[in-house]
């Protein structure tokens, strides 16, 4: 289990520099990037969905929308349902760049499959098994990240928990104080006299 998430890990290592390389060959930041990619999957979408979606607040998300409007890679539209509202989608620009992240994606995971065991290849219920346990993990990272609170509580009482071989107070453990670093009194006046 132990070697998974180290390989997960550096899966998510990978994938971060992956998307931040590709966001820059069309000139725009990571969010940026996501926000074009939930666009060509879900179609013309309203500011507050984007925002929910990236995780930004309404000003943040109207500055990423007017940074992308102004790089011609999304245009804002009426919304039909709600004239108080606006929905946003891809320009034709917009569109054929993020299709071409997704094709260049596409063909890298593809050349990943072929260097991997042909099994993979060869039995669809394999690949189905490790498809389904990839969707998994997305979805427990996401489930956990939707938890600031916990997780800033979890980190707070590990790091105020004493360590390993450590008294309560953090300093190391153990029956010989002064080989573990302590100096007493004596021992002061003895260095400095």
Known sequence: MERLARQVRELIVASDHYRQTMAAGLRIGISESAVLGHLLHNGR??????AARVGLTPAST?????????????RRMPNPHDRRSVLVELTDLGRSGVEEMYTMFAIDIDAALDQADPRLREEPELREALTDLLGRM???????????????????????APGPGTDE?????????????EVGDDDRHRRSG
């Open 169 to 181: 107070a953090g300093r190391p453990d153990g029956p010989d104080d002064e080989a573990a670093g």
């Open 62 to 74: 109207t500055a990423l929308l007017d940074r992308l409007a102004g790089a011609q890679l999304v």
């Open 138 to 160: 997305a979805a427990a990272l996401r489930e956990r990240s939707g938890d600031r609170r916990g997780i800033e509580e979890a980190l707070a009482e590990a790091h105020e």
């Open 45 to 50: 979408q309203t500011p507050s969905v984007i």
